[in-house]
């Protein structure tokens, strides 16, 4: 037996990729077609688009909320959310969680650490990129955090919401995204932190200038980790 694995789903990219790694991931553990028990709820992607306009987190963290009494209704032992941004809520969610979260940026500050960086770009949505979400793990572990600047957020931010949450992958948004981690690079950046979970749907270590640390896929690893080990 493992433990059931409860995804409160926001963006339905970001969603998919987390679901579709924890199957391969449990695989590789656990034997061909195997992988922990999986459950996923989503609210509208809208609703979370409303509160992060309007800066209610606390609008956002009732949303996951729900999403997490929902899935301990039917079982599961402890909750992940494929979404960085939405991170930003869980100091109001964490309280009155019917079970447990594993922390996305946790684990990327863990991976970032094991892997030897000490200095990490962070790209995502502007929401995400001007939180403390990751600058606050990453500081308790010693790394430094560098954003980019204000007009690349912007853009940034723009190719996520417009483009890659709907499924819409462009040359452009690469190109884009390649030009930003470059200068990251320039500022000293030893790896850059895809910190959105639909970045990685357009770039990795095979087309980017610094080593990426993919958020999706490596909460979806630690959660089937801490399924099996936990069990």
Aim: proline share 5%; charged share 20%.
């Amino acid at each position: 037996m493992t433990q059931h694995i409860g995804i409160v789903a926001c963006s339905a990219e970001g969603a998919a990729l987390c679901y579709r790694t924890i199957n391969s991931a449990g695989a590789k553990l656990l034997g061909a077609h195997a992988h922990p028990e999986v459950s996923l709820h989503s609210q509208s992607f809208a609703d979370y688009v409303d509160c992060l306009n309007r800066g209610d987190l606390e609008g956002v963290g009732e949303l996951m909320l729900s999403s997490a009494n929902k899935l301990a209704g039917i079982g599961v032992d402890f909750l992940i959310c494929p979404d960085n941004t939405i991170h930003q809520a869980l100091p109001y969610v964490e309280p009155r969680s019917p079970r447990p979260w594993l922390h996305i940026a946790e684990v990327v500050a863990a991976e970032a650490a094991t892997r030897g960086y000490r200095r990490l770009g962070l790209v995502g949505t502007r929401w995400l990129v001007e939180s403390e979400v990751y600058p606050e793990k990453l500081s308790a572990l010693g790394l430094e955090c560098v954003r980019p600047g204000a007009a690349e957020r912007i853009e940034t931010s723009r190719i996520i919401m417009d483009e890659l949450v709907c499924g819409v992958f462009k040359p452009e948004g690469i190109a884009y995204y390649q030009q930003v981690f470059v200068g990251l690079k320039n500022q000293g950046c030893d790896a850059v932190i895809l910190g959105c979970t639909e970045i990685p749907l357009i770039m990795s270590d095979s087309n980017s200038p610094l080593p990426t640390l993919d958020s999706t896929r490596l909460l979806a690893q630690a959660a089937v980790r801490r399924a099996v080990q936990d069990a």
